[in-house]
């Protein structure tokens, strides 16, 4: 019998600094039996860019692998049986797809029940178990991202129009592209010369990708006929920091963001979590950083998006890193991912419960 305790303390220190609370949850072991399959499953989508995706090193004796932080350091301790052996979720399943650009060209990359396995593993995990507990419904974590990815630019939702800005390094005034447009920007006064690439071609390339999972839902979850999409989780922001013209439109574009997709899915009443970039301190950002992490915690913020308030959490992430940037994956360490997961299943959760 292995003794239960809350696998991250970090969890509840970094409740004073959320935009939307969220609490430490000590999460059991999964009981191995499946979801109640008579009832529709409720679909999480998880988009971003290549923070989004595996980048938490499973295997090794180092500190700083998952590995090493259930044996040794005894934290998440709801991951392995009693013989020491990853558990595996019968009621979450977990399925991430992937492809460069518009629709089509997608890579199913996982499709199977929620468990560690491979070398990696992402923020599906923590999101994941907190999920499973909260339903009784058959749960499906649906991610669709690629890395390197801008949400002014590649990311770009429908209905952004395009903008001026001064950049500056030069001086100059540029046009931004705004949704469909090419391309990323040009001076003004001169003529766009389009290149094999538009803003928002990423957007609709992993909703397209996200869709063609739904639509042969049973391939997915076994049993499964119907489905509701419940709520999206969103970890980006590390391309858009590199360019001021998108950092300080960021606000507008996450904002934009949730709500086409909630349009797109069908969705009005689905709940959004996002968290903040983990190396940003938010009393001491500076720049295109101080931008991105005001915008993230502003669509949390009921007094800034009331029409928010209630659907709408953010995760501040900076005290659950375990170090590292977002550029360099957090050096890979699996309990900055898992930290991440866990506290934004846990945000996901309280939504839910004070719908």
């Avoid at 996200?210 to 509701?228: D, I, R, S």
Wanted: charged letters at 25%.
């Amino acid at each position: 019998m292995k003794t239960r305790f809350a696998s991250n303390l970090l969890f509840t220190l970094a409740i004073v600094s959320f935009a939307s609370p969220c609490f430490a949850v000590e999460l059991p072991d999964p009981d191995g039996k499946p979801a109640d399959m008579s009832k529709p499953v409720k679909v999480y989508i998880l988009m971003g860019q290549s923070n989004m995706l595996e980048m938490g090193k499973v295997a090794g004796d180092k500190e700083g692998t998952l590995e090493y932080a259930v044996k040794n350091g005894g934290l998440y301790p709801h991951l392995v049986d009693d013989s020491g052996k990853w558990t595996v979720r019968q009621d979450v399943r977990n399925v991430a797809v992937m492809g460069s650009g518009g629709p089509g060209k997608t890579q199913v990359r996982k499709n199977d029940w929620l468990q560690v396995a491979g070398g990696k593993i992402g923020v599906e995990i923590g999101i994941g178990h907190h999920l499973g507990e909260l339903h009784d419904e058959p749960v499906l974590v649906l991610k669709s991202a690629i890395g390197n990815r801008s949400l002014g630019w590649d990311l770009l939702p429908p209905g952004s129009p395009s903008y001026e800005f001064t950049d500056p390094k030069d001086g100059k005034t540029y046009v931004y592209a705004g949704y469909g447009q090419s391309p990323l920007r040009w001076e003004k006064g001169t003529e766009p010369e389009p290149i094999g690439w538009k803003a928002g071609l990423q957007y609709d390339g992993d909703i397209a990708r996200a869709k063609e999972v739904l639509g042969n839902l049973g391939k997915h979850y076994p049993g499964a006929t119907k489905f509701e999409v419940a709520g999206f989780f969103w970890w980006q922001g590390d391309k858009d920091r590199y360019n001021a013209g998108h950092s300080q439109k960021y606000e507008q574009n996450l904002v934009n963001l949730i709500k086409h997709l909630r349009k797109e899915f069908d969705a009005p009443n689905a709940k959004f979590v996002c968290a903040t970039l983990g190396q940003t301190d938010k009393d001491n950002a500076e720049g295109t950083e101080k931008d991105i992490i005001e915008a993230q915690l502003a669509v949390g913020d009921p007094n800034k998006h009331p029409e928010f308030k209630g659907n709408v959490a953010t995760v501040y992430s900076h005290p659950l890193s375990k170090g590292g940037a977002s550029n360099g994956h957090y050096n890979g360490n699996a309990e900055t991912y898992m930290n991440v997961g866990e506290s934004m299943g846990a945000a996901m959760v309280e939504l839910m419960k004070n719908e």
